[in-house]
């Protein structure tokens, strides 16, 4: 019975590729006229949409060639991982482990793979503010993203220059747009740990694998929409399944892309247009496409590297050479993720040990009788 | 003397430690000792192993070769650990070197060092040590009897008054046995 489901699937993925390949033609050839064009390019930057559109800071569809690298250079890298608070063990805490990595090449020096745990266990730390309810996952990304920074910009001022520091995923805190007070309390000290990045001339990036973005391919369909004025998706004109805006659907900024730039190229630098960003100032993040040797990645790095030549460059060469060296993926960040990774049965001993404190000093085991029975079935 | 690694598992008739620096281990045959509270635990290398250092991660092909790999990733040289086992010959408590097992092994994390010159004359002036050696029961016996023999020599005043006296101690031992014999002494030549 399954087998011929998944005959029927494997057939529609193979109409679907022709059809992907019919629109990458189309946004290649939309992109070039784009790119002649300034006033098509405004007007469709101009347009009322709630979709994210790239602003481009360059020329839109001139790929740029892989820098030289310097002779000598350090990666730094920070991955963090958690055990989130969870009622049905009794668990009101949350753990957080760091791992830093620091890469010397070229030259020696110390070589460090590190991790560090921290938990969270008092009132202020583990309940909001606002509504008393327990923390929230954004928050606690939150935290971790912000001593991610942390720990890269403090190992930082060991390490001679130059040097790049990556992490894992966007710099954009898009969930923490219109929060409360407490959100923009975090956000606040994740702007402050990108500020001490710049401080010690540190270069950050944020590398994203298997990108789904579309802040490209938004702008060249915002284009096809064929009206002298700026387009307002609100109150769209097109009957809904005649909207020209349709031929480009379904492509993403990484797959097209993909079909323009040759390993070690990168698109063009763009502005992300995402809503938090009115509140990073200088940080504001941009980002460009970066053809590695496996995928194309999307790079996203803070306006101030963005706008410096010489950090740009050092970041598009240094992050090739990086995914390059980690045969698809960058080295330093699997390194910081091996090394911040809290695997099952390393929470389960947390757990367990946690369980035994409670025990010694009289306290029942911490799990709910549903979870009791989940992990022991009657039988 | 700068200890070459740090015992990490410890057992009557033997004890394995981490190497200080990858690819440090001192050579396989090695007389080796460790502190332990009063008495000092004797033993000769019989094994050498660099292995990744988490378990579930094998190493994989970089096709560049050794040191330059570690060059263009630095990290290997943290992933990767060398650790040495030594069979444990004897030990010496006080003055006195007795060379039969110690009554208790190395504490876990004690430090290993290269043995002193006085203490090898010591620990192999008669070939005792031999005997222990071959009916250890490791694969590796005989190799280890003549490497073994090859460091002594190196500390007594007559090398080949020693080798000849422990070829005739050889020769007791393996009685009935000359293919094992004759396969000892050629690596003696």
Known sequence: MLIEQLDALAKEEMAREEEYKIKLKRAREVLAALATSPEALNRAGESRTSWLVAEPLEELSRPHPLPARPAAWTVLAADGSQIYPDQHRQLFCYLLNIGLVVLPYGRQGEVVLASRPYLFYREEELYQQADGSLISPELIACRRAVMELEALAEAAARVPRPAVALVDGTLILWSLGAGSAEQQEWLQNYLAALAAAREVGLPLAGYISGSRATDVVNLLRLSLCAREEAVDCDRCAYPPGERPCLELAGLRDAGLWKSILSPGERSPVYRSQSRVLKQYGQHHVCFFYLRGPEEVARVEVPAWVATDKAMLDLVHSLVYDQAVRGQGYPVALAEAHEQAVVRAAERECFLQELDRLRAARGAGPGMTPKFARKRQGLL | ?189
């Open chain 2, 1 to 189: 003397m700068s200890a070459l690694g740090e015992v990490v598992a410890s057992s009557t008739r033997e004890f394995t430690a981490e190497a200080r620096e990858l690819y440090g281990s001192p050579a396989f045959g090695s007389f080796v000792r460790v502190t332990a509270g009063e008495q000092v635990i004797y033993g000769v290398v019989y094994n050498i192993v660099t292995e990744g250092v988490d378990a579930g991660r094998r190493p994989v092909a970089f096709g560049t070769p050794w040191p330059q790999v570690a060059q263009e990733h630095p990290q290997l040289t943290k992933l990767l650990r060398t650790y040495f086992s030594c069979l444990t010959l004897g030990f010496r408590q006080g003055e006195r070197i007795y060379t039969y097992l110690p009554p208790f092994p190395p504490y876990i994390h004690s430090f290993i060092e290269e043995c002193r010159r006085e203490e090898i004359k010591e620990l192999t002036a008669r070939p005792h040590y031999l005997a222990h050696i071959l009916k250890s029961g490791l694969v590796v016996a005989d190799q280890l009897a003549a490497a073994a023999i090859r460091q002594a020599c190196a500390v007594q005043p007559d090398a080949g008054e020693y080798i000849r006296r422990a070829g005739r101690e050889l020769r007791r031992l393996l009685t009935g046995d000359l293919e094992r014999l004759k396969a000892i002494l050629r690596q003696l030549e």
